[in-house]
Structures are given as C-alpha cells and as structure tokens.
C-alpha cells in the first residue's frame, strides 16, 4: 500500500507530501490538484508497464549478469494506456522563480520503505528521461527489501484500476478484449472492459466479508452486481453476453416488477447513471486484497442515495484489502465514507481526507482528520460549505 506520496515540481505542485490510507478521498475546487495526485500514480504504473521505469538491471544480481545498467531509455511516459499528459512543458510546474531544467520527481512510501524517481526535464519531450532512483535502505531498524522488492514498490504490480471520469456510456455493444479483460484483468479507463470482464467472471465468488452484499441472492460476481446496482435502482438486473461472431459484448438490464420480471431492455433505455456506475461497481467488487484502485468522480450521473452508497462500496473494498483512492465533487460521497467509519465498516486510521485548494500558482492542502462517531475535527472555508451559504443567502 502506498501510504505517501511525494511529487516536486510536478503540474499544480512545487511539492507535495501526501499521506494516503486504505481510503483516501480528495476533495477541493475544480484544478485545484486532485487530478495530479490521481495522474502522478497512474503515470508511474504506466511507465513501468511500458518497461521504461524497470529498475531490476540496478540489482546486485543483474550487475553481476553484466546487464546495462544506463537510464538513457527509462523515464516517465507521459501518454499511453493510463494517462496522456502531453510533452514535458505540460507537467512541469509553473514558476517563474524556478530555472528552465530543474528536475521533476516522483516519491512513494510503502511501510518503511521509500521509492522515488527523479527525471529530467526536456519541453517537448513525451519520454522525460530519468536520472537518479532513489532505493530502500535500511531504515529505523527495518531490513531493506531483497529481490524484486528492492527496486519495485509493491503498487506497480499488483492488481490496479484507474478509472477516469469519462466512462462508458449506453451503447449498443462493448469491446469483447481477451487479453485486456481477462488476461490482464484490466477494466480500461473509461471502464471499456466491464462488460466483457463480468461476462467471463460472472460466477467468480465474491469472498465474505464487507464486500458481501447482504441481499445478493449468491456469491456469484453477477449477482453482486445486482445487488449493489439494486442500491441505486431496485430491482435491477445486469447481464453481460458475447455477440456470436464478433469481437463484441452486449449489456442488458431487466428489472423485478409486480408480475415478474420484466423483458431484458438495452442500456439506452434505462438510466444513463446505471451503465455509467457500472465499471466503479465492478472494479470494488474484483478489488482484492493488495489491489490499488484508483476512481475519478464516483458520484457521475447518480441520485444523492446512490452517491452515498458508492462511498460505502468503495469504503468495503477497503476494508477487505485495497487500496482505493477516489477524487469526488460530492458531499454524499463524503458523508457516505462519515458514516462507514461510523457504522465500523473502515476505521479513521484506514480513512484519509484531503481538501485541495489553489495558493498562487500552486495548491494547498488541508487535512480535516476524522473520528470514529464520523466527525470532522474542522470544516475549512470551500469545503462542501455551498449549501450551508446559500441557504444563509435564501433566509436573509
């Protein structure tokens, strides 16, 4: 688990020390830095997936071997799978009080262990080149990592999601992607993948715990599903089924009426919020313990019920073992993590807030730490305050 995150001249930040817990929530006005934290994560797991961030030449092993040990083709990868932040002029942080090649750096800290990246910048460059790794040693009575560990933090490997705010939306067929859906496991940005991974795992068993939805008819993935999207819709049903013959899926919804059940319908003829939540519902539920799972506006196209309960499945995920960072717009989604901290479904130590402000051509962040009764120990100015001032404005 990464439990700090450190970034230096990076987009909207000169520097950032970021404690992050099982469930982190990033909060604040719109470009006020939520996005970067989201981004720096994702652009990290991008370059390694590219094999540009591999550090397994540096072990003492592969020095042995007479492996190259140059940095002349590792780096960031500022576009690809996960991110497309453009060219090295994007992402550097503006300042004019900084020289043109100061460096960027990118840090994590998991347990004792610290990782950090340090690259060059270059204006037009897409591939920032790297120019010092920063390795675990021993630290405060911890033995350093041995093997893999000793060069790789944890969250470059294992399970991961990373779903942008633009998702699908209702359509008449999906990407039917073998490798990506289930040879990687991968639900894809924009949550392309959902469809084609819950029909391949449909009856993969959802393990007991707080995922386990208590009126799920099974333990089967799909009916999961169904429970968690009838939180938002009652009644609903969701199925996944390939297209004979194409490289497709279909997805379709019924519903448990009066009389039965009704016919299957298309997603354009049910609620936009339904296919759009979908991905997030599927990615908590396939979260395992060790996952990194990272959601952009889970809140997108819901009623505020359902808001609230994308915070609890979100908080579940966390409480049986991943790591789930959300960046949300919505009070509900933050009274919805309140009130699973009160209800003991996550602790306040597996729970982090983090309310993002602009300071100059930079932000700021403030902590409001939370207690086991779900209360905020402070409420600063910006922070989900509108309704309060604006029925202040009404009554006058």
Same mark, same amino acid.
């Given at each position: 688990?990464?439990?700090?995150?450190t970034?230096? *001249?990076? +987009?909207?930040?000169?520097?950032?020390?970021?404690?992050?817990?099982?469930?982190?929530?990033?909060?604040?006005?719109?470009?006020?830095? +939520?996005?970067? !934290?989201?981004?720096?994560?994702a652009l990290?797991?991008?370059?390694?997936?590219?094999?540009?961030?591999?550090?397994?030449?540096?072990?003492?092993?592969?020095?042995?071997?007479g492996?190259?040990?140059g940095?002349?083709?590792q780096?960031?990868?500022?576009?690809?799978?996960?991110?497309?932040?453009?060219?090295?002029k994007?992402?550097?942080?503006?300042?004019d009080?900084?020289?043109?090649?100061?460096?960027?750096?990118?840090?994590?800290?998991?347990g004792?262990?610290?990782?950090?990246w340090v690259?060059?910048?270059e204006?037009?460059? *897409?591939?920032l080149?790297l120019i010092?790794m920063e390795?675990?040693s021993?630290?405060?009575?911890?033995?350093?990592?041995?093997g893999?560990?000793?060069?790789?933090?944890?969250?470059?490997?294992?399970?991961f999601?990373?779903?942008?705010?633009?998702r699908i939306?209702?359509a008449?067929f999906?990407?039917?992607?073998h490798?990506?859906?289930?040879?990687r496991e991968?639900?894809?940005?924009?949550?392309?993948?959902a469809?084609?991974?819950l029909?391949? @795992?449909?009856?993969?068993?959802?393990?007991?715990?707080?995922?386990? @939805?208590?009126?799920?008819?099974s333990?089967?993935?799909?009916?999961?599903?169904?429970?968690?999207?009838?939180?938002?819709?009652?009644?609903? *049903? !969701?199925?996944?089924?390939?297209?004979?013959?194409?490289?497709?899926?279909?997805?379709?919804?019924d519903?448990q009426?009066?009389?039965?059940?009704?016919?299957?319908?298309?997603?354009?003829?049910v609620?936009?919020?339904?296919?759009y939540?979908?991905?997030?519902?599927i990615?908590?539920?396939?979260?395992?313990?060790? #996952?990194?799972?990272?959601?952009?506006n889970?809140?997108a @196209?819901? @009623?505020?019920?359902?808001?609230?309960?994308?915070?609890m499945?979100?908080? #579940?995920?966390?409480?049986q073992?991943?790591?789930?960072i959300?960046?949300t717009?919505?009070?509900?989604?933050?009274?919805?993590?309140?009130?699973?901290?009160?209800?003991g479904?996550v602790?306040?130590?597996?729970?982090?807030?983090?309310?993002?402000?602009?300071?100059?051509?930079?932000?700021?962040?403030?902590?409001?730490?939370i207690?086991s009764?779900g209360?905020?120990?402070?409420?600063?100015?910006?922070?989900?305050?509108e309704?309060? *001032?604006?029925?202040d404005?009404?009554?006058?």
């Amino acid at each position: 688990m990464i439990d700090c995150l450190t970034l230096q *001249n990076f +987009k909207a930040f000169p520097f950032l020390e970021l404690p992050l817990a099982p469930l982190s929530l990033l909060t604040g006005l719109n470009s006020s830095g +939520k996005s970067s !934290v989201l981004q720096s994560i994702a652009l990290l797991r991008q370059s390694y997936e590219a094999g540009v961030l591999e550090a397994s030449r540096y072990l003492p092993e592969a020095r042995r071997a007479g492996l190259p040990r140059g940095m002349a083709d590792q780096g960031f990868l500022l576009n690809g799978e996960l991110v497309g932040l453009g060219i090295g002029k994007d992402v550097l942080h503006e300042d004019d009080t900084l020289p043109d090649d100061v460096p960027i750096s990118l840090a994590v800290d998991e347990g004792p262990y610290h990782y950090g990246w340090v690259v060059g910048y270059e204006a037009e460059q *897409n591939l920032l080149p790297l120019i010092t790794m920063e390795l675990p040693s021993d630290l405060e009575g911890a033995a350093a990592p041995t093997g893999p560990e000793a060069v790789t933090p944890a969250f470059l490997t294992a399970a991961f999601q990373y779903l942008h705010a633009d998702r699908i939306s209702p359509a008449e067929f999906y990407p039917r992607d073998h490798h990506a859906a289930i040879g990687r496991e991968f639900l894809g940005v924009r949550g392309e993948h959902a469809v084609n991974y819950l029909r391949h @795992h449909a009856d993969a068993q959802v393990p007991a715990g707080p995922l386990h @939805h208590p009126r799920a008819e099974s333990d089967a993935l799909r009916d999961q599903v169904a429970a968690w999207m009838g939180d938002l819709c009652p009644g609903v *049903n !969701v199925r996944a089924d390939a297209i004979e013959g194409a490289d497709a899926v279909r997805l379709s919804y019924d519903f448990q009426g009066p009389l039965g059940r009704t016919n299957r319908r298309r997603p354009g003829n049910v609620g936009f919020g339904l296919t759009y939540v979908l991905p997030i519902v599927i990615a908590c539920l396939s979260a395992r313990p060790g #996952s990194l799972v990272l959601l952009e506006n889970p809140e997108a @196209h819901l @009623h505020p019920q359902g808001q609230t309960q994308m915070a609890m499945l979100a908080a #579940s995920a966390a409480a049986q073992g991943a790591q789930v960072i959300m960046e949300t717009h919505s009070d509900h989604v933050l009274n919805g993590v309140r009130l699973a901290v009160k209800q003991g479904r996550v602790t306040p130590e597996q729970t982090v807030l983090h309310y993002f402000r602009r300071n100059g051509t930079g932000a700021e962040v403030v902590t409001p730490r939370i207690n086991s009764a779900g209360k905020l120990d402070q409420w600063p100015d910006g922070f989900f305050d509108e309704l309060e *001032n604006t029925l202040d404005q009404l009554i006058v």
